[in-house]
């Protein structure tokens, strides 16, 4: 293994996305478990239909305008995330700012992956039938969660993440984008019709689709806010280091669009499959972070070749979360490869490790390590807290701030006619900041609701 720091960076500088491989990278990074387990849990706590319109107007307000600061700095730059800043302006002073963005993902990835692993022992029980032999799903997931195996499958969740990353960008991250992601379609469309022709599943279909407003709240305007934000992947450095792999041919405007647009039609996917499953079965659509693991495995228990079905959307699961977990571990190996002067084995490697070792507590702080806590709550619960609601926005703050009044050649960048440059600028100056603001103080809980 060669260490060479010249062959290192040059090796670097050569990497590139194809036009359609960024795009659909950038779409893996997105389509994470954000939208497949979190999004119709709050959808279902806030009223359905009205939401989801609800998190529409904020993907178009505030994510794509973000969306698309984040690429062009990353494309200016040419660098990792922690040094994109510093690099446009030439002042050295935003580089403690900058990496930040790689230790949010970095603190993500240690949870992440592990979330990946439950994805991936639950698709190996249902297609065995294994899952299916204990009727208190609750049960089955407390006995799993609180002993050695999370262990087991969080490795094998970040062994996957590494072998993708260490084949670098257009032979490992392009090449596995390229062929789960039409993968995961094709198994997304056959789960969402076996759900729309379950008995019932036409009030789940009105729940999702047909809105009641006065079933909103300003606490769901912020959670929709936060959403948005968060199901983009946005601060966590992925987009800027993706960017920075991106031709110049490439026009970011189309492709922020192309990422907001997949990133939109996963949720609404995801929506036609949960929501009429879940009122055939007269599950609960607000059955909150267990409507996953404990609720809908009893569902799926209940229909003809349950265990296929079942398993089917558990792989939906493991793949959103590999591509995810590939884009988050991308971005601190771009950092080691830039600061030290590593190859990429060496890099994928070492933050791999890290990040195992730092996602031990996590897996085992439902059961083992339940006693050890971090701000008196659990210590998976304190990475999520901490990465998720602190650091997200505050990065997302940073980079409408910086995009909207530090950056002197925003406007070459962008590659936007002068129309659209005047309406991006305005909403990075003016309105980003604000609503993301209100984002980090409600996360945060600074702003709170009775």
Same mark, same amino acid.
């Given at each position: 293994?060669?260490? *060479?720091?010249?062959?290192?960076?040059?090796?670097?500088?050569?990497?590139?996305?194809?036009?359609?491989?960024?795009?659909?990278?950038?779409?893996?990074?997105?389509?994470?478990?954000?939208?497949?387990?979190?999004?119709?849990?709050?959808?279902? /706590?806030?009223? !359905?239909?009205?939401?989801?319109?609800?998190?529409?107007?904020?993907?178009? %307000?505030?994510?794509?305008?973000?969306?698309?600061? /984040?690429?062009?700095?990353?494309?200016?730059?040419?660098?990792?995330?922690?040094?994109?800043?510093?690099?446009?302006?030439?002042?050295?002073?935003?580089?403690?700012?900058?990496?930040?963005?790689?230790?949010?993902?970095?603190? %993500?990835?240690?949870?992440?992956?592990? %979330?990946?692993?439950?994805?991936?022992?639950?698709?190996?029980?249902?297609?065995?039938?294994?899952?299916?032999?204990?009727?208190?799903?609750?049960?089955?997931?407390?006995?799993?969660?609180?002993?050695?195996?999370? @262990?087991?499958?969080?490795?094998?969740?970040?062994?996957?993440?590494?072998? #993708? #990353? @260490?084949?670098?960008?257009?032979?490992?991250?392009?090449?596995? *984008?390229?062929?789960?992601?039409?993968? =995961?379609?094709?198994?997304?469309?056959?789960?969402?019709?076996? $759900?729309?022709?379950?008995?019932?599943?036409?009030?789940?279909?009105?729940?999702?689709?047909?809105?009641?407003?006065?079933?909103?709240?300003?606490?769901?305007?912020?959670?929709?806010?936060?959403?948005?934000?968060?199901?983009?992947?946005?601060? =966590?450095?992925?987009?800027?280091?993706?960017?920075?792999?991106?031709?110049?041919?490439?026009?970011?405007?189309?492709?922020?669009?192309?990422?907001?647009?997949?990133?939109?039609?996963?949720?609404?996917? $995801?929506?036609?499959?949960?929501?009429?499953?879940?009122?055939?079965?007269? @599950?609960? +659509?607000?059955?909150?972070?267990?409507?996953?693991? /404990?609720?809908?495995?009893?569902?799926?228990?209940?229909?003809?070749?349950?265990?296929?079905?079942?398993?089917?959307?558990? #792989?939906?699961?493991?793949? $959103?979360? %590999?591509?995810?977990?590939?884009?988050?571990?991308?971005?601190?190996?771009?950092?080691?490869?830039?600061?030290?002067?590593?190859?990429?084995?060496?890099?994928?490697?070492?933050?791999?490790?890290?990040?195992?070792?730092?996602?031990?507590?996590?897996?085992?702080?439902?059961?083992?390590?339940?006693?050890?806590?971090?701000?008196?709550?659990?210590?998976?619960?304190?990475?999520?807290?901490?990465?998720?609601?602190?650091?997200? +926005?505050?990065?997302?703050?940073?980079?409408? @701030?910086? $995009?909207?009044?530090?950056?002197?050649?925003?406007? /070459?960048?962008?590659?936007?006619?002068?129309?659209?440059?005047?309406?991006?600028?305005?909403?990075?100056?003016?309105?980003?900041?604000?609503?993301?603001?209100?984002?980090?103080?409600?996360?945060? !809980?600074?702003?709170?609701?009775?």
């Amino acid at each position: 293994m060669s260490f *060479n720091k010249n062959k290192s960076k040059n090796d670097q500088k050569q990497e590139r996305f194809s036009s359609a491989g960024f795009i659909l990278a950038a779409i893996g990074s997105s389509v994470g478990l954000g939208n497949m387990w979190k999004f119709p849990y709050i959808t279902g /706590e806030n009223g !359905g239909a009205a939401f989801f319109l609800l998190f529409i107007v904020c993907l178009i %307000i505030i994510g794509l305008p973000v969306l698309l600061a /984040e690429l062009a700095i990353g494309r200016t730059s040419r660098t990792s995330a922690a040094t994109a800043f510093s690099k446009i302006t030439g002042k050295k002073g935003w580089n403690g700012l900058g990496i930040l963005q790689i230790i949010a993902p970095f603190i %993500i990835l240690s949870f992440y992956v592990i %979330i990946a692993g439950w994805t991936l022992h639950y698709a190996m029980l249902s297609f065995s039938g294994q899952l299916f032999k204990d009727s208190d799903y609750s049960a089955v997931f407390a006995n799993f969660s609180s002993g050695y195996l999370p @262990i087991m499958w969080q490795g094998i969740s970040i062994l996957i993440s590494a072998w #993708v #990353v @260490i084949k670098g960008v257009s032979g490992g991250i392009e090449k596995f *984008n390229k062929v789960l992601l039409p993968g =995961m379609v094709v198994l997304l469309i056959i789960l969402m019709i076996r $759900a729309l022709t379950l008995p019932g599943a036409g009030a789940g279909v009105n729940f999702f689709l047909k809105p009641d407003f006065a079933s909103l709240s300003p606490e769901s305007a912020l959670i929709a806010l936060g959403h948005a934000f968060f199901s983009l992947s946005l601060g =966590m450095g992925i987009l800027m280091t993706y960017g920075a792999y991106v031709n110049k041919e490439q026009s970011l405007g189309t492709a922020a669009l192309a990422i907001g647009a997949g990133d939109l039609i996963y949720a609404f996917i $995801a929506g036609l499959i949960i929501f009429p499953t879940t009122f055939s079965f007269g @599950i609960a +659509p607000d059955k909150g972070p267990s409507l996953i693991f /404990e609720a809908l495995p009893a569902a799926f228990s209940s229909m003809p070749a349950g265990s296929v079905f079942a398993g089917l959307f558990f #792989v939906i699961l493991a793949i $959103a979360a %590999i591509t995810s977990s590939v884009s988050l571990l991308e971005v601190p190996v771009a950092y080691a490869r830039e600061r030290w002067s590593w190859s990429r084995s060496r890099s994928v490697w070492t933050m791999s490790i890290l990040v195992f070792l730092l996602g031990l507590p996590s897996a085992l702080s439902l059961g083992l390590a339940k006693n050890i806590t971090l701000f008196g709550v659990s210590f998976f619960d304190a990475m999520d807290f901490i990465a998720s609601n602190i650091l997200l +926005p505050f990065i997302g703050l940073v980079v409408t @701030i910086f $995009a909207g009044y530090f950056w002197k050649n925003i406007a /070459e960048e962008s590659g936007l006619n002068q129309t659209w440059f005047k309406i991006w600028l305005f909403m990075l100056r003016y309105i980003a900041p604000i609503l993301v603001l209100l984002v980090l103080l409600h996360t945060s !809980g600074v702003i709170k609701f009775e």
